[in-house]
């Protein structure tokens, strides 16, 4: 059971670039999210979706898009990276309201 | 709005010693409460949870027990191991949120 997969474990972009840090979760869990980790900050939400073609804000969601096309899939995209998004990003699904969430290994990502 | 609070670290202990890490609340109603734990250059996992009032979660030696009247979730381990060295973070999800509101986290080191 792979339970939730992050892709790619590292990556390093320069200012202004563009990616898609990719979540793929096996347990079709209705609720995906995505969190960034940073120093002294714990884990702040950035995006989230209730189901497929459902998103919502979090607490950090400028410079971040998301869209939830299936169940499975719950990717983050960076459309022009800044150095203040040099972070660790973690994706976690959850079955249900008030359930437990689970997470993925996360993905480092530096911005030059 | 939720906030979580809990015991800024580093905490540094010696194998065998009793460990508290506190955790108080801030949320209106009654949230459901949670420990994870995250270990080196891993995801977040969870490691116990409590649903209401005087509940008491508890898994591998760790306990916390949920007090309404002080808001607190504070974490317990009578005897730590060096395997126990992780980053323990407290969060909460508030009624029928999904969104966890998490601690800062708090670095556990534990020497042998």
């Known amino acids: 059971n792979a339970g939730v997969t992050q892709t790619p474990k590292f990556q390093v972009l320069k200012t202004g670039q563009s990616m898609t840090l990719q979540c793929a979760q096996d347990?079709?869990?209705?609720?995906m999210s995505w969190y960034r980790q940073d120093p002294g900050m714990g884990l702040r939400l950035i995006h989230y979706s209730v189901g497929a073609g459902i998103t919502d804000q979090g607490e950090v969601p400028n410079g971040y898009n998301v869209s939830r096309s299936t169940t499975e899939d719950f990717p983050l995209r960076l459309l022009s990276a800044a150095p203040s998004q040099t972070s660790v990003y973690f994706c976690a699904s959850s079955p249900g309201a008030k359930n437990i969430q689970y997470f993925g290994a996360g993905t480092r990502l530096s911005v030059l | 709005g939720d906030s979580v609070t809990q015991m800024e670290g580093p905490v540094t202990l010696s194998e065998e010693a009793f460990l508290t890490i506190n955790c108080t609340y801030t949320a209106t109603g009654y949230p459901s409460l949670f420990w994870y734990v995250q270990y080196p250059g891993e995801g977040l996992q969870l490691l116990l949870k409590?649903?209401?009032?005087?509940d008491k979660g508890s898994n591998k030696g760790f306990e916390a027990t949920y007090r309404k009247e002080t808001t607190s979730f504070h974490l317990e381990k009578g005897s730590v191991q060096v395997s126990d060295s992780a980053v323990y973070f407290c969060a909460l999800i508030r009624g029928s949120n999904y969104k966890l509101t998490f601690g800062k986290g708090t670095l556990l080191t534990v020497n042998p």
């Open positions: 347990m079709n869990h209705e609720y």
């Open positions: 409590a649903t209401k009032a005087d």
